[in-house]
């Protein structure tokens, strides 16, 4: 779906639709060694079939996190699966940079709330300790585990009321206010 460059003013980086240029970055950060063991097996020709389709007709939102001063695309994020006033947010991939990767989480947090959207998840493997551990330490409305398929996931949920805390805290964090 088509939308426009989302960004809090005090931010280093921002969110901009992702393009049929893009392609080829997210396929090398979703197959990378470290990345890879925690995202769906993604081989060339199932990543381009899957980004043609997305392209034309996707009802998701799908976009590039973009360097501010530099426009230097350093990873991707997605808000997908909306509907009933919940929606999922992942497919997040940002190549070894904490500060896009937490502005981001933010970025694309508010941008599924002003779609009316009242609940935000997010469903992380359980072996992904890093991402698992990051969400065990904001404050998230809840946090539960799933199995299912034979694997295991940890769901991390936001609510529209609790989204202001929740940024208050990262932000603080960051040391942006």
Sequence with gaps: MNSTVHTGSEFKY??????????????????????AKFINDTRRDVHDSWMKKYLSESQDYYFAIVGKNNGETTGFVSLYNIGNQAAEWGRWVVDKNPIAAI????????????????????KTKSDNLKVVGLHRNLPYSSI??????????????????DFPN????????????
Excluded: A, P
């Design 14 to 35: 921002c969110l901009r639709n992702v393009t049929e240029e893009d392609s080829d970055y997210i396929f090398e950060l979703r197959t990378d060694s470290h990345n």
């Design 144 to 161: 539960t585990e799933l199995e299912e398929d034979s694997s295991n996931f940890v769901i991390s949920t936001i609510l529209s009321e």
């Design 103 to 122: 502005e981001s989480l933010i970025l694309i947090h508010d941008f599924g709330f002003k779609l009316g959207v009242k609940r935000i998840y997010s």
């Design 166 to 177: 929740f940024t208050k805290v990262i932000m603080k964090r960051l040391r942006y206010n």
